[in-house]
């Protein structure tokens, strides 16, 4: 009887089927751990953790889900093929188009920069430290079919004819036919493994979006003075809208990162002590002792968070000059403002020197018509008797239009004051009644006519 009982289980892009082979595989023992374990790999979440019951029957679960994007450069955006509830793909995934300010700058080409979401997660649990399982859930969706994919399990079912049987939970870095025992060092290895692997795609994807938006934060990204005002406020809307896109994306970066970071501390806070002592510091042991294995995943977690920082400091660049921008706008806002002001003001002399002149002008009209047709004869006298008849019609529709609020609500005032005659009129109606309707009345003519 082997004394040891080990297995392996990889998965790439987790969907129903493989949820089904494995929960009709797994034991009763590793059913809770493997429901959490498969919910956080869906649901894109970060954690590192321990389980270790105190009560019940003796089990483990050693568990890391390390989620991150992947910048690649495609003819366009390769859709993950599992579906949501609501029809979305299980991952998001697009292209980087608005991390340009205009889609013209740089030479042409047929490809596209994309993100993608993926995520690592592996977890290891048994009964003790000689009959365990490992269990891998990685997501390669975003490699499409490639035949240089080399987290696909053809491609190591094809090595391991071809050559050494590779482990390809560590991501193919340790022979398969020498395998680790201790479960917990299994773990830090694969730990190790993987978050040198989410570091390198880190890498790639912060040096990817400060590469290309770093010459954007430059002064030179402001308009020319020799640009019209009309090109100058376009182009400032353009700059608006590039930085407060590329802001929103990069805190996503600085999210995800943040997270990853924060799950790691929390590990080392809690559960770092049962790792503790597995062997020797400065052992000669292939694996490596557990001591310099944290070390290891640490400084790959330091390195994330010079990234973050990187990603922060450029995040503020772009506020600035979000700010900058904004400010401009703002300032050319107030002075389209105060322009269309100015032509109100000038518009309003030019109609009032219009209305002084309007009489003049329209007896001039009329005095110039034959003499034969005017009732009247023309003369001094009767052009100034004219012109003043004029000009009061003038006045009086003008204060018609200014006060037409006030005009309207004439009407409303008649007709409740004849409906009020009405029912005074009315055979029933008693002088005390009367009376009484009177100062009803009074009261709704009042309320009537207040503006």
């Known amino acids: 009887m082997n004394p040891m009982q080990i297995e ?16 009709a595989t797994a034991s009763k023992n590793q059913a809770a751990y493997l429901r959490s374990f498969i919910h956080r ?18 089990t483990f679960a050693l568990e890391f889900h390390i989620p991150f994007y992947v910048w690649r450069q495609r003819e366009g955006p390769i859709l993950d093929q599992r579906r949501r509830a609501n029809g979305k793909p299980l991952r998001w995934s697009s292209n980087l ?8 700058d740089g030479p042409a080409s047929s490809v596209e920069d994309c993100i993608y979401e993926a995520q690592i997660s592996c977890i290891v649990t048994g009964i003790d430290e000689r009959s365990w399982v490992g269990y891998a859930c990685i997501d390669t969706y975003y490699k499409g079919d490639r035949d240089d994919n080399q987290e696909s399990v053809e491609y190591y079912v094809e090595q391991s004819i071809n050559g050494p049987r590779m482990d390809p939970l560590s991501g193919g870095r340790f022979d398969a036919d020498k395998p680790i025992w201790k479960p917990r060092e299994y773990f830090l290895r694969l730990l190790d493994c993987r978050m040198d692997q989410v570091r390198q795609e880190w890498h790639n994807v912060v040096s990817r979006a400060l590469q290309t938006t770093e010459e954007y934060t430059h002064d030179y990204l402001l308009p020319a003075d020799d640009l019209s005002p009309d090109h100058t406020e376009k182009y400032n809307k353009r700059v608006q809208r590039f930085s407060r896109m590329t802001i929103r994306f990069l ?12 799950s790691w501390d929390t590990f080392k806070e809690g559960d770092l002590g049962h790792f503790l002592g597995l062997d020797p510091l400065g052992s000669t042991d292939r694996s490596g002792s557990s001591s310099r294995l944290l070390l290891t995943v640490e400084k790959h977690v330091s390195e994330l968070r010079v990234l973050r920082n990187e990603v922060e400091a450029q995040k503020q660049l772009l506020e600035n000059l979000e700010r900058e921008v904004t400010q401009d706008l703002q300032q050319d806002s107030n002075k389209i403002a105060s322009l269309q002001q100015q032509s109100g003001e000038h518009m309003k002399v030019f109609s009032i020197i219009a209305l002084t002149f309007l009489p003049i002008s329209t007896t001039a009209a009329i005095f110039s018509v034959n003499s034969d047709i005017l009732p009247f004869q023309p003369n001094l006298r009767t052009f100034a008797i004219t012109t003043i008849c004029l000009g009061a019609v003038v ?3 003008l204060t018609l239009i200014l006060n037409w609020s006030w005009y309207r609500l004439i009407p409303g005032c008649l007709s409740s004051f004849s409906q009020r005659e009405r029912r005074w009129s009315s055979p029933g109606s008693s002088t005390l009644g009367g009376s009484s309707s009177n100062g009803r009345f009074r009261d709704d003519l009042e309320m009537n006519i207040l503006p």
Not at 97 to 104: E, V
């Open 395 to 397: 006045l009086a529709v």
């Open 251 to 262: 805190l996503q970066i600085i999210t995800l990162l943040s997270k990853t970071i924060g």
């Open 41 to 58: 790999h869906l649901a894109f979440k970060n954690f590192i953790g321990v389980y270790m019951p105190v009560t019940g029957f003796s």
């Open 97 to 104: 188009g608005f991390l340009k300010l205009d889609p013209s």
């Open 8 to 23: 392996d289980c990889y998965i790439t892009d987790l969907d129903c089927w493989s949820i089904l082979a494995v929960v």
